[in-house]
């Protein structure tokens, strides 16, 4: 197997992941409508409450993700080092440079963000800009390069905004059973086992999503190392510097939940239960996946 084969298979299981998450949506949708004798009504409300939230977060969600995370922007005369090391991946993927942000944190890490390769954005801290040597910071930027130019950033706007989707619909059909529900559900047993089934999803809904949610981050997180390794064509260099990361395992300043999965390592590291169902898959596998890599033939 070549590298790759590697962002295909990646590329093939987020499909996949997407496609059981949208499929659990519809469902949920369709329940509520049997519920209560909808016809339809409630799986159209939660298609349109989806396409409104994308639509929100696709125009605005770089701006809101930069200011969380208190990222302030910089200029090649400010930061010619940083601006320079972007610029020349991108030249050497044909890619259109992306706004260069700095976050003044001891961490770590970085992120990107924008809705597609022309209205990117890539934020790293201080801390990645001090404590790691050029190829490994390289390797940092290659990754989060990799992030725009597989649209991995749009991708998880999907996928964030179906598990809003599902919560809404979840609690809807629980409120409605509760708050004048009962005139429009159905008669006899079916009312009983559809109730029951409400509640089930109610429960159950919430936690599938959630699940599904970090799978696909996992999986982009895998699938940008690949390509991020690609374009360097030196593994290592992201490897070691994920292994600094994990060496010091400190929290970023402004951790965040809602942005935690868009950044090269979870923002949380260091605090307790930080690996209980965190949005990246654990350090010690990616540089596995990496070393691995290295071994391989570039085609």
């Known amino acids: 197997m070549t590298t790759y084969d590697f962002i295909a298979a990646n590329k093939r299981k987020t499909v996949m992941l997407i496609a059981v998450f949208s499929a659990l949506v519809l469902f949920l949708g369709w329940a509520i409508d ?7 009504f409630f799986l159209t409300i939660a298609i349109v409450y989806a396409t409104v939230s994308a639509l929100v977060s696709y125009y605005t969600g770089d701006k809101i993700a930069l200011a969380m995370s208190a990222a302030q922007p910089v200029t090649s005369a400010e930061n010619p080092y940083l601006v320079r090391m972007i610029e020349n991946l991108c030249i050497s993927q044909g890619m259109p440079m992306p706004k ?4 003044n944190d001891p961490a770590i890490n970085a992120f990107a963000t924008g809705r597609d390769p022309q209205h990117a954005s890539v934020s790293v801290t201080t801390g990645a800009i001090t404590k790691l040597k050029n190829e490994e910071l390289e390797g940092v930027l290659a990754h989060e390069l990799s992030h725009i130019q597989n649209y991995d950033i749009r991708v998880m706007t999907i996928v964030i905004v179906l598990v809003g989707v599902i919560s809404v619909l979840a609690n809807m059909f629980f409120r409605m059973g509760r708050l004048g529900g009962n005139r429009n559900r159905r008669d006899g047993n079916a009312a009983g086992i559809f109730m029951i089934v ?3 999803l109610l429960i159950v809904s919430p936690i599938i999503a959630q699940l599904i949610k970090l799978a696909v981050s996992r999986r982009r997180e895998y699938l940008a190392d690949a390509s991020g390794a690609l374009m360097t064509r030196y593994p290592e260099g992201l490897a070691n510097a ?4 994990q060496a010091e395992n400190i929290p970023m300043v402004h951790a965040n939940a809602s942005t935690a999965h868009m950044f090269l390592a979870s923002p949380f590291s260091g605090k307790p239960f930080a690996a209980l169902f965190s949005t990246h ?3 010690e596998l990616r540089i596995a996946a990496l070393e691995k890599m290295a071994s391989l033939p570039p085609s």
């Open 198 to 200: 409400g509640l089930v």
């Open 242 to 245: 994920l292994r600094k990361i």
């Open 281 to 283: 898959p654990p350090v």
């Open 34 to 40: 049997q519920a209560y004798n909808g016809g339809g």
């Open 100 to 103: 260069v942000y700095v976050m």
